[in-house]
């Protein structure tokens, strides 16, 4: 199954406000993650990567937060836009498993 | 545009029928992955070549199969189809043979299996 998941299916945010879509993870031996957007009718766009030797790294208007503690990550969007209307998806890569498994996604709703 | 092509875009065909779905990645990649996308399992991975030789296997039925040709092109054979195949269908592609690179993903070709 899944070692991947998100705790809520959609997100409705007001434009020009910060975003953030959280995910779970349930596998200790996950020691990759990456974040995808996938506008409709588009294939999944890399956003940001982060590595388990990390905790936070910033890309342009987004922040990636990693707690192994609890096994949760995050998406932070700063100043959300109307372009940022997407599915968000959180994966992994389990080390000795090079394979990348993807969680079920979050719907990002951007309300002007 | 992520410079994967795949085609066709679209494809309707019928149970028990067999069809091709193709992938070009991007310029200088080396490493072409297949995911499927589908309302009840979400994406999930396929299969992966490198080079030509396949690099790792996912959740892949045996009526499906791939492979990656010389100028790395590939394709995806989906036999035997049932309903429950009608998905999207997606092609990524990556520099190096470790899936941490990024994967480029192409716009995906959605199968209708009727």
């Known amino acids: 199954g899944e070692s991947v998941g998100l705790h809520l299916p959609t997100l409705s945010v007001q434009e020009g406000d910060n975003s953030i879509i959280n995910c779970a993870y349930s596998?200790?031996?996950?020691?990759?993650f990456i974040w995808y957007k996938q506008e409709s009718g588009k294939g999944p766009q890399f956003i940001i990567d982060?590595?388990?030797?990390?905790d936070k790294r910033q890309g342009q208007r987004v922040t990636v937060l990693l707690n192994k503690t609890v096994k949760h990550l995050s998406l932070q969007i700063a100043a959300t836009q109307p372009g940022d209307s997407a599915v968000y998806f959180c994966a992994d890569i389990n080390f000795g498993n090079e394979k990348l498994t993807f969680g079920t996604g979050t719907r990002l709703t951007i309300i002007p | 545009d992520s410079g994967v092509t795949q085609t066709p875009k679209h494809l309707i065909t019928a149970t028990g029928q067999r069809v091709t779905l193709r992938c070009s990645p991007r310029?200088?990649?080396?490493?072409v992955y297949w995911y499927q996308q589908s309302l009840d399992q979400g994406l999930q991975f396929l299969i992966q070549y490198y080079n030509g030789e396949e690099r790792a296997k996912g959740n892949i039925l045996e009526r499906f199969s791939a492979q990656q040709f010389p100028d790395l092109h590939s394709e995806l054979n989906l036999s035997s189809l049932e309903l429950g195949d009608s998905a999207l269908y997606f092609c990524?592609?990556?520099?190096?043979?470790?899936?941490?690179?990024?994967?480029?993903f192409g716009a995906g070709t959605r199968l209708s299996v009727l």
């Open positions: 990524a592609s990556s520099v190096g043979v470790s899936p941490k690179n990024i994967q480029y």
């Open positions: 310029s200088g990649d080396l490493s």
């Open positions: 982060i590595r388990s030797n990390m």
């Open positions: 596998n200790s031996a996950s020691d990759y």
